[in-house]
Structures are given as C-alpha cells and as structure tokens.
T-cell receptor, first 115, second 116 residues
C-alpha cells in the first residue's frame, strides 16, 4: 500500500520549453504532496508543499511562477517547470505522507535534463 | 549548526562487517526520525522508523538518544546489496513546521559501499 506513481521517469527538453511532472497516489488519498529537488551529491531539498484545492506553499528561494504546482484532486499533483534552463536540470521527487507521524512514500523521481 | 548532520562518509566495508552511522539533529522538538535508503538515481525508500528509543529489524538496528539529539543506524553482517546512501530524516513537531504541514528534513546522506 501507500504507493505514489510519478511520471515521466526522465525527460530531456530544450531550453525555454516547459515540462510537466505528474504524481499520483494510487491507493490512498493525499491531501498534501511535497515536491523535492535533489542535485548530484546533495540532499533532498523541499521546493513546495502542494495542497489539494488550494494554492501551493513554496519554500524560500523557489520561484512560484517558474515551478507551477497544481493539486486538483486528492490523488494527483503536478509540477510544471516553465521556461526551463540548464540550471533546472535535476532530480525531482514527489512525496506524500501515508501516516500521521511523518512516514512518507516517494514517487520514483523524474530526472530532468535541459539542453 | 545544520538541522540534520550525518557522518560524511563514504564508508567502505568488507562483506560481513558491522557498520554504524550517526546523525545529529538541532531541533529538540523533533518527534519522529527515520532512516531512508537511496540507491543511485533512485527515490529514497523507508528503511526504518524510530519513534521511541529505538527499533530493530533483522540486521538493522536504529537507536535514538533524545538527550544528546542523535540517531544511529547499525548494520550487522553487511551484504553487497546494502551498498547505498543512507539518509537520516527528521520529522519536526507540528508546532515547528506550522500550518499542519508535514515537512521532513533530510541529512545529506552517508554513502556505504560493501566490498566483496
């Protein structure tokens, strides 16, 4: 149980284009999902908290107009990287809590390469 | 002081060895602690939860020392398949994270390589 499906697994796009990443909770409802970014040899850094039916909460330093988050249903959250640049190349991972004590389940991640 | 600090690693150990990782955290109000395992280019996967003083699961033992604010992970009889990066993860109290959100704080991870 508590599976989060994330797509695509990897994507290569041209600079200036937009990329959408989807995360779905398959067997539970996730009112809150979290989007992380991980650069090589770095820890996961929280980018934003996605709340079903309301605006996402962004961490300091994360541009909300560049990283658009939509959480339209209890099982789907999307992250759109707009006008991607090479410095946006990273590993993006979504996550949702499956219990109330901090246990998380993660999506399989999306490796984005902007060329 | 960083919120979550881990042994820098890498740890290179022979098969069958016992290896221990330590992790310290700065927020004394933290309520839950986890060890996640992350393989190269993969998502983190929960290895162990540590809600009270400790937890044991087969070859893996996690201990929590609230007074000193550290968590440890002990791996006995290391296997080649244990090679991965181990992430120490701290879940702060709801009062700390605010707004009812569940925000985990990740350490940078310690890389373990088990050598034949």
């Amino acid at each position: 149980g508590a599976v989060v499906s994330q797509h695509p697994s990897w994507v290569i796009c041209k600079s200036g284009t937009s990329v959408k990443i989807e995360c779905r909770s398959l067997d539970f409802q996730a009112t809150t999902m979290f989007w992380y970014r991980q650069f090589p040899k770095q820890s996961l850094m929280l980018m934003a908290t996605s709340n079903e039916g309301s605006k996402a909460t962004y961490e300091q330093g994360v541009e909300k107009d560049k990283f658009l988050i939509n959480h339209a249903s209890l099982t789907l959250s999307t992250l759109t990287v707009t006008s991607a640049h090479p410095e946006d190349s990273s590993f993006y991972i979504c996550s949702a809590a499956f219990d109330g004590r901090g246990g998380y389940t993660f999506g399989s991640g999306t490796r984005l390469t902007v060329v | 002081r960083k919120e979550v600090e881990q042994d820098p690693g890498p740890f290179n150990v022979p098969e069958g060895a016992t290896v221990a990782f330590n992790c310290t955290y700065s927020n004394s109000a933290s309520q839950s602690f986890f060890w996640y395992r992350q393989d190269c280019r993969k998502e983190p996967k929960l290895l162990m939860s540590v809600y009270s003083s400790g937890n044991e699961d087969g070859r893996f033992t996690a201990q929590l020392n609230r007074a000193s604010q550290y968590i440890s992970l002990l791996i006995r009889d290391s296997k080649l398949s244990d090679s991965a990066t181990y992430l120490c993860v701290v879940f702060p109290s709801l009062a700390y994270s605010g707004a009812g959100s569940y925000q985990l704080t990740f350490g940078k991870g310690t890389k373990l390589s088990v050598i034949p």
